[in-house]
C-alpha cells in the first residue's frame, strides 16, 4: 500500500524536522522540500496512470487535445501553487504563500481563456 510507505516517509521527516530544528533550524526547510519531492516521486506514476486514462477517454469521446492538455496544464499549475505555498508557509513565510497562490490562480485563469472562449462562441452560436 503506497499510502502506508507516504505517511510513513512523511512522519519520519516530521520527526526529523522536530529533532534537527533546536540543533540546525536553517536546514529545515531544505528537509520539507525534499520530503515532498520524494512523496511526488512515490506517485509519479500513479499520476502518468490518471493522465493515460484521461487521454484514452478524450480520444473515445473526439475531445480536441487541445481543451485536454489545458486542463492538464491547469491541474498542474493548481498543484505546483499549493506545493509551492505550502512549502512557504512551513518556512512561515505566509505573505509570500499568499502571492504563490494568488499568481497560480491568475495563472489559471489565463490558461482557462481558450476554453472559456470556446464556450461562449459555442453559446453565442446557439442564440439566434
Same mark, same amino acid.
Given at each position: ?8 516517509? &512523511?512522519? *519520519?521527516?516530521? /520527526? %526529523? #524536522? ?8 536553517? +536546514?529545515?526547510?531544505? !528537509? @520539507?522540500?525534499?520530503? &515532498?519531492? *520524494?512523496?511526488? /516521486? %512515490? #506517485? ?8 493515460? +486514462?484521461?487521454?484514452? !477517454? @478524450? ?8 481543451? %485536454? ?60
Amino acid at each position: 500500500m503506497e499510502i502506508l510507505q507516504i505517511v510513513g516517509l &512523511g512522519l *519520519i521527516a516530521a /520527526i %526529523l #524536522i522536530v529533532v534537527v530544528k533546536q540543533q540546525r533550524p536553517e +536546514v529545515v526547510i531544505q !528537509l @520539507s522540500i525534499a520530503a &515532498g519531492v *520524494i512523496i511526488f /516521486i %512515490l #506517485i509519479l506514476e500513479k499520476i502518468s496512470g490518471v493522465f493515460s +486514462v484521461i487521454e484514452e !477517454l @478524450s480520444n473515445r469521446a473526439d475531445i480536441d487535445r487541445l481543451y %485536454l492538455s489545458t486542463i492538464l496544464k491547469i491541474i498542474g499549475t493548481a498543484y505546483i501553487g499549493e506545493f509551492g505555498a505550502q512549502i512557504c508557509r512551513d518556512a512561515g513565510e505566509s505573505a509570500v504563500a499568499a502571492k504563490i497562490e494568488l499568481a497560480a490562480k491568475i495563472l489559471v485563469i489565463i490558461l482557462a481563456m481558450p476554453i472559456i472562449v470556446a464556450l461562449l462562441e459555442s453559446i453565442i452560436r446557439l442564440i439566434p
